[in-house]
Nanobody, 126 residues
């Protein structure tokens, strides 16, 4: 699976952005998908994860209630709707894919993900 993320940009605090990640290849529907982010000087962290069927999701504590992850397997795409953005959300956002069985649990460790997109910059001004 090759991944391409886009949709980042500059937004004022309180605003919204929608990130998209499009996958090539035939295994997207068999992959759990995650969004991770890395701010300057900080370690990469897991923001949100969605299982391959879309039935289960995970959100990091810092984004819970503000971000929504979704996927459209027919379009080989995963999305991250980001609302009520804060300056501390500023980071490079990466999408990642993990080939799994249908009943696999949520996985938030970066090392579990096989494929990564190139990242898209999100900057939130105060």
């Amino acid at each position: 699976v090759q991944l391409q993320a886009f949709g980042g940009g500059l937004v004022q605090a309180g605003g919204s952005l929608r990130l998209s990640c499009v996958a090539s290849g035939r295994t997207f529907s068999r992959s759990a998908m995650g969004w991770f982010r890395q701010a300057p000087g900080k370690e990469r962290e897991c923001v949100a994860v969605i299982t391959r069927g879309g039935g289960n999701t995970y959100y990091g504590d810092s984004v819970k209630g503000r971000f929504t992850i979704s996927r459209d397997n027919a379009k080989n795409a995963v999305y991250l709707q980001m609302d009520s953005l804060k300056p501390e959300d500023t980071a490079v956002y990466y999408c990642a894919a993990r080939s799994t069985i249908l009943t696999a649990p949520i996985e938030i460790r970066q090392t579990a993900y096989d494929n990564w997109g190139q990242g898209t910059q999100v900057t939130v001004s105060s």
